[in-house]
């Protein structure tokens, strides 16, 4: 009876800690979080059941397979194409043309370095970064500032290449930043942009007054098939028609032969 006891009891341990463990794993393996706000409540503006998951990759995660990505439930990433006024990332035509092929959502974005005139990091995005059909709205990561520019001036140059990559482009770029360098330096200076804001935390990025994010960075060392290095996990809180909705959209024939014709015959940038 005592044998019989001991057996059982033992066999209940040895459940419960199989239990704990498999749980343990799972939120290892977890790649998505459950947002909530900074009170703790679930998020009012996040349907976790429309999401999508994507990725932001640079010359830190070197050459990627981006078939075993895709077949990872990656529906877009973000490609750094640039830095600076003279700095091209050495992965950028791989990963833009590979994204592209494999079916992946695309968007490039530019380093921003507030020492370097506006201008110049205009002109090296610019010759890099063709945007095409379908592709995401270029972004500006601005995560660094310098203490001999005054916010103003740091906000003036911001805006020089956003509305000059808009102007080229057509379309609206958007601003990275993570949650504590945006309370900082950017917000309600730009709520006629959109943010991608990084915030390693279930609660979601909190934004000033009219200000908006579209996607949540919401850790740097995910783990990937296909990706050798942690890479940057991010979350769209829509469906697929939501984030195609933001892409640069398709033109008949003879509106994309202006356009064109129009690009190229546009004066250089002094």
């Not at 020492?115 to 095409?132: C, G, M």
Request: aromatic share 12%.
């Amino acid at each position: 009876m005592l044998t019989a006891l001991v057996l059982l009891v033992s066999q209940k341990l040895s459940y419960i800690s199989l239990l704990f463990m498999a749980g343990f794993a799972g939120m290892l393996s977890t790649s998505e979080p459950v947002p909530t706000e900074d009170d703790g409540k679930p998020a009012t503006n996040v349907t976790k059941t429309t999401s999508l998951r994507g990725i932001d990759v640079s010359r830190w995660q070197h050459e990627v397979d981006w078939h075993q990505v895709k077949e990872a439930d990656i529906t877009f990433a973000f490609v750094k194409a640039s830095q600076s006024d003279s700095r091209q990332d050495p992965y950028f035509e791989r990963n833009w043309q590979e994204t592209k092929r494999v079916g992946i959502k695309r968007g490039a974005y530019h380093f921003f370095i507030p020492t370097v005139p506006a201008v110049d990091q205009v002109r090296i995005f610019k010759s890099l970064v063709r945007l095409e059909a379908g592709d995401l709205p270029p972004v500006l990561d601005v995560e660094v500032a310098d203490p001999t520019i005054g916010g103003e001036q740091f906000r003036e140059q911001i805006r020089i290449w956003l509305e000059a990559i808009e102007d080229h482009y057509g379309m609206k770029p958007m601003i990275y930043s993570n949650q504590n360098f945006y309370r900082r330096w950017l917000k309600g200076h730009f709520n006629e942009y959109s943010f991608w804001i990084a915030r390693y935390n279930t609660a979601q990025p909190v934004l000033h007054g009219d200000d908006t994010w579209k996607f949540w960075q919401y850790t740097d060392r995910g783990t990937l098939p296909g990706i050798k290095a942690a890479v940057d996990l991010n979350f769209f809180p829509g469906d697929y028609d939501t984030l195609h909705a933001l892409c640069l959209p398709e033109l008949p024939a003879t509106q994309e032969e202006d356009l064109l014709q129009q690009l190229r015959h546009r004066q250089p940038l002094p």
